[in-house]
């Protein structure tokens, strides 16, 4: 199994057409919201376009998971036909399972109950990690990087998630699931 990770697109359609060039050899994609808008606290992205975002979204949509991130809104469910709306979700892969959440409920710092392997988004940092026995993984943002860092995705192969910037691939991060 290959899954693409991604968070935190807010609108901006350059990265998401690379990502769904990378969607094309990957099983599933795990996308940990915040798809179509910006919010008021974080700059408008560039190549910022929702509507055009929406159709490359929706062509992915058989092998999209989602969960809702605090920039989605019921609004955003009329126009991409994959659920949005939960704001957690279990993915069952390779005999792990993923606990996913946005990160504006459920964080590094406040974990859902039970999960051992935690993705979220929310904070546009990448993290790769084993604390006190669980996983925590998160991809970055695709579209508005913070903390320094470059435009980033996460990918789950053979029993690791790696984090790797979305301009080249290259693996910034890692941490191993066994």
């Known amino acids: 199994m290959r899954a693409l990770i991604i968070s ?10 690379k990502i769904e060039k990378l969607a094309g050899k990957a099983d599933l994609v795990i996308c940990l919201g915040d798809v179509l808008y910006h919010g008021p606290r974080n700059d408008l992205p560039s ?4 509507k055009a975002v ?18 989605d809104a019921e609004v955003d469910q009329m126009v991409l036909s994959f659920p949005i709306l ?14 996913l959440s946005h ?6 710092s406040q974990l859902p109950p039970g999960a051992e392997i935690f993705l979220y988004g929310h904070t546009h ?3 790769a990690k084993k604390e006190n ?14 903390g320094g860092y470059s435009a980033s995705y996460g990918l789950y ?7 790797r910037r979305l301009e080249d691939d290259e693996i910034m991060m890692a941490v191993k699931l066994d």
Do not use: Q, W
């Not at 939960?86 to 606990?99: E, R």
């Not at 996983?135 to 508005?144: H, K």
């Open 133 to 146: 026995g669980i996983i925590i993984f998160n991809p970055g943002s695709v579209s508005i990087p913070k």
């Open 47 to 50: 190549s910022y376009n929702p």
């Open 86 to 99: 939960s704001t957690t979700a279990l993915v069952h892969i390779d005999g792990y399972t993923l606990t």
């Open 157 to 163: 192969e053979e029993g690791m998630l790696s984090v």
């Open 54 to 71: 929406i159709p490359v979204m929706n062509s992915l949509s058989t092998k999209i998971i989602a969960v809702r991130g605090n920039c």
């Open 125 to 127: 940092i990448p993290v």
């Open 103 to 108: 990160g504006h409920i459920y964080s590094e």
């Open 8 to 17: 935190d697109i807010h609108g901006a359609l350059e990265p998401v057409l």
